[in-house]
T-cell receptor, first 112, second 113 residues
Framework: DADVTQTPRNRITKTGKRIMLECSQT?????MYWYRQDPGLGLRLIYY???????NKGEISDGYSVSRQAQAKFSLSLESAIPNQTALYFC???????????FGSGTRLTVV | GQQLNQSPQSMFIQEGEDVSMNCTSS?????WLWYKQDPGEGPVLLIA?????ELTSNGRLTAQFGITRKDSFLNISASIPSDVGIYFC?????????????FGKGTKLSVKP
C-alpha cells in the first residue's frame, strides 16, 4: 500500500457542485498538506495542518476548505466548484524536517 | 511571500547529453531540495542540501547549495529516456513563517532517444 493515498484519482464534476478529495497516510506524520499544480505554475500550497487541532491557510485557500479528521486523514473540499479549479491536486505529509515530505499520486480534477 | 525562480522552464535534449537547471531566490534558505515528478505521479525527493557550498551527488545527479544560500543548481549527466519528467527545486527554513517547502515552478525535461 502507498504511504499517502489519495481518492479519487480522477474526477469530473459540474460547476457549482460540492466535491471532496480525500487523503490518508500511513507514515505516522503529524503534518499534512494540500497542494495544487497547474502547468507552468509549480506546486502551490492550499492548506496545511501541523496536527489534528491545527489548520492553516496556504497561498491559495480561497474557494477551498479542509478537515483533519484524524492524524492520518486530511480532506479537501470545494464547496461550489468552478472551472478555474480544474487542476492536479496533491496531498503530502511530513515530519518536522525538510526532507521528510511524501506526496500522494494526485487527483486530477476537471470542473465543466 | 518568498518566491523561487527556476530556469529553464523546459528543455528538449538528446539522450546522452548533460542537463543543467538552477533556482534562485530573493531570500535565504537553510535547506535546498530537488524533486522529480514522473508523469501521473507525485514529486519524489532526489537530493537534499543542508549547508552553503555543499555539493551532493545521487548517481548521475549532482546538486549544489549556493554560497549565498539564495540559489541552487542541479546537473544530470549522460541523460537517459527515463529522466523525462518535471524537476522542482524547493527551499525550506526551519521555524519559518509557515515551516513549509516553497517550490519553484519546475523544469520540464524531454529526452529524445
Amino acid at each position: 500500500d502507498a504511504d499517502v493515498t489519495q481518492t479519487p484519482r480522477n474526477r469530473i464534476t459540474k460547476t457549482g457542485k460540492r466535491i471532496m478529495l480525500e487523503c490518508s497516510q500511513t507514515k505516522g506524520h503529524d503534518r499534512m498538506y494540500w497542494y495544487r499544480q497547474d502547468p507552468g505554475l509549480g506546486l502551490r500550497l492550499i492548506y496545511y495542518s501541523f496536527d489534528v487541532k491545527d489548520i492553516n491557510k496556504g497561498e491559495i485557500s480561497d474557494g477551498y476548505s479542509v478537515s483533519r479528521q484524524a492524524q492520518a486523514k486530511f480532506s479537501l473540499s470545494l464547496e461550489s466548484a468552478i472551472p478555474n479549479q480544474t487542476a492536479l491536486y496533491f496531498c503530502a505529509t511530513s515530519d518536522r524536517g525538510a526532507n521528510g515530505y511524501t506526496f500522494g499520486s494526485g487527483t486530477r480534477l476537471t470542473v465543466v | 511571500g518568498q518566491q523561487l525562480n527556476q530556469s529553464p522552464q523546459s528543455m528538449f535534449i538528446q539522450e546522452g547529453e548533460d542537463v543543467s537547471m538552477n533556482c534562485t531566490s530573493s531570500s535565504i534558505f537553510n535547506t535546498w531540495l530537488w524533486y522529480k515528478q514522473d508523469p501521473g505521479e507525485g514529486p519524489v525527493l532526489l537530493i537534499a542540501l543542508y549547508k552553503a557550498g555543499e555539493l551532493t551527488s545521487n548517481g548521475r545527479l549532482t546538486a549544489q547549495f549556493g554560497i549565498t544560500r539564495k540559489d541552487s543548481f542541479l546537473n544530470i549527466s549522460a541523460s537517459i529516456p527515463s529522466d523525462v519528467g518535471i524537476y522542482f527545486c524547493a527551499g525550506f527554513n526551519y521555524g519559518g513563517s509557515q515551516g513549509n517547502l516553497i517550490f519553484g515552478k519546475g523544469t520540464k525535461l524531454s529526452v529524445k532517444p
